[in-house]
């Protein structure tokens, strides 16, 4: 067993009980090939949620600070996250993502570039959409809808994958991908905040 899947057990049996964590969409998610998972991004917990309930293994990106210190460097390397850094063009990061894409991996990105507690999806950054429109990988728009108390239910949803290959075509901005993948996620949101 690797690090990713001990840590995935070991986050799972403590998470899911404690937020009452139900998972609805996973049938959507794409058994193999590159996936590019764009989620709404309501608290630091969000990563975690997502990597126990996604199908496959996930390499996000994470803000370079946690990075910084030796240990939490290795645990950020051991669960397959890559550092970006926020409020800038960060190349390294585009490069990194696109590799894994490339290689037919999960990366997850939450293209909002920091939490919004307001229960809204926010606006996505150019990001999200120049990886949906620099690989082949089939866009997965993601909803968590909280609250995170515990023992209150927590839902993350997953949606039908967005192609993006006409829109590729199309050669659309990488903004307007974006405004694409949130809409999406809204609309997860919307559907599902009162059930």
């Known amino acids: ?11 799972n049996s ?8 139900e998972t609805r969409g996973t049938e959507h998610f794409p058994k193999e090939g590159s996936v590019l998972l764009c989620t709404n991004h309501i608290h630091n917990f969000d990563p975690p949620v997502v990597g126990i309930t996604a199908p496959r293994p996930i390499y996000f990106m994470a803000k ?11 645990l950020m390397e051991n669960i397959q996250a890559f550092p970006v850094k926020r409020g800038l063009s960060d190349r390294e990061a585009l490069r990194t993502g696109l590799k894994y894409l490339k290689e037919g991996k999960v990366v997850g990105l939450f ?7 307001s229960g809204e999806v926010g606006k996505g ?9 620099r690989s082949n990988a089939l866009v997965v728009p993601c909803a968590i809808i909280g609250p995170y108390k515990p023992f209150k239910k927590l839902r ?8 993006f290959t006409e829109m590729r075509e199309n ?8 405004e694409i993948i949130m809409s999406e996620i809204r609309k997860l949101v919307v559907k599902n905040r009162n059930l």
Do not use: W
């Open 111 to 117: 293209p909002e570039g920091t939490r919004n507690t």
């Open 125 to 133: 950054l150019a990001g999200a959409g120049f990886f949906a429109l």
């Open 156 to 163: 993350v949803i997953y949606g039908q994958p967005i192609d």
């Open 171 to 178: 050669k659309i901005s990488a903004e307007a991908a974006t």
């Open 14 to 21: 403590i998470l899911k009980p404690l937020y009452r964590i």
């Open 64 to 74: 370079a600070e946690l990075f910084k210190h030796p240990l939490s460097k290795k």
């Open 1 to 11: 067993m690797n690090f990713y899947s001990f840590a995935r057990g070991l986050v």
